[in-house]
């Protein structure tokens, strides 16, 4: 019964910054991680963002290192993706999910919950 809700996305211009929250109910408690994923029309997901159990490790994908951020608080069972210097490229619907694997991880495959994703839509 785990329930996670993306919230943030907006069209917004290249350059800009936005931040996506993700909340989370219904988790377990259990060392897990949170991760952050996208889709554009036609495409599979792609891995974004990743953070592990403590908060001490976090990776991104090539395309948005240096640009995206994602933090977790655990306590409130929520994770956020701050996005600076936003791409058109960046234009799909992200979403976050949780993974039981604490260290985190690129493969969708190893999340077993998913939020309904929030559309974030880039122009020039």
């Known amino acids: 019964q785990v329930h996670l809700v993306e919230s943030g996305g907006r069209l917004v211009q290249a350059g800009d910054s936005l931040r996506l929250t993700c909340a989370a109910s219904?988790?377990?408690?259990?060392?897990?991680?949170m991760g952050w994923f996208r889709q554009s029309p036609g495409k599979e997901y792609e891995f974004v963002a990743t953070i592990n159990w403590t908060g001490s490790n976090s990776y991104y994908a090539d395309s948005v290192k240096g640009r995206f951020t994602i933090s977790a608080d655990y306590a409130k069972n929520t994770v956020y993706l701050q996005m600076n210097s936003l791409k058109p490229e960046d234009t799909a619907v992200y979403y976050c999910?949780?993974?039981?694997?604490?260290?985190?991880?690129?493969?969708?495959?190893?999340?077993?919950?998913w939020g309904q994703g929030t559309q974030v839509t880039v122009f020039s």
């Open positions: 999910a949780v993974s039981p694997y604490p260290a985190g991880s690129e493969k969708a495959t190893d999340y077993g919950s």
């Open positions: 219904g988790l377990a408690f259990s060392t897990y991680s």
